[in-house]
């Protein structure tokens, strides 16, 4: 099998969306693409896509186009700009549960371990952040934590869900 690097991996994937899906494409297309090698997966702060190349080449072209349209829908949903004084590492699992129905209620495929509960469906994530918040112990986490939104890739999330969280939105 034959190597493909993340940055060209990527360019199929703009170019798939755009046109297989061009809602998600075009919203794409005004992201910037940026390597990190500080995020396990990728995130957006609304400008700029950041992504890990070891993430985005180990997804197949399918679950490539899915995590893209996740998180070009962080930034159209204004999920950088509502976070508030939340913590960004719960609010990043609301948003995550809030867009991931919709990616796949779109035909689009997200990886197996993609953060999906059914009872979020339709759902806002200010809505699911607040359920988070009840189902955790009522407690509120620290707004002003560092985190950037990320989890573990595997194991299970505190909503019953399953584990895998994109980083979302920084």
């Known amino acids: ?3 493909i690097p993340a940055a060209v991996r990527l360019k199929k994937g703009r170019t798939a969306l755009l046109l297989d899906c061009p809602f998600y494409g075009t919203l794409l297309f005004r992201l910037k693409t940026r390597q990190s090698h500080s995020l396990r997966t990728m995130a957006t702060d609304g400008v ?3 992504y890990n190349a070891a993430f985005v080449e180990s997804l197949t072209p399918a679950e490539l186009n899915g995590v893209l349209a996740h998180e ?3 930034p159209a949903l204004l999920h950088h700009t509502r976070r508030g004084n939340r913590s960004p590492k719960r609010w990043n699992r609301a948003c995550d549960l809030a ?3 919709i990616i796949l209620e779109s035909g689009l495929t ?3 371990d993609a953060l999906v509960d059914a009872r979020f469906v339709g759902m806002n994530a200010e809505r699911i952040y607040n359920k988070l918040v009840e ?3 009522g407690h509120e986490e620290s707004g002003n934590d560092q ?3 990320s989890s573990q890739a595997s194991g299970s999330s505190a909503s019953g869900g399953n584990g895998m969280q994109l980083e979302g939105n920084k």
Do not use: R
């Open 135 to 137: 189902e955790e112990g």
């Open 99 to 101: 867009i991931n129905p």
């Open 48 to 50: 700029h896509l950041f």
């Open 72 to 74: 070009v829908m962080h």
């Open 147 to 149: 985190g950037d939104g």
């Open 110 to 112: 997200l990886p197996k």
């Open 1 to 3: 099998m034959t190597h």
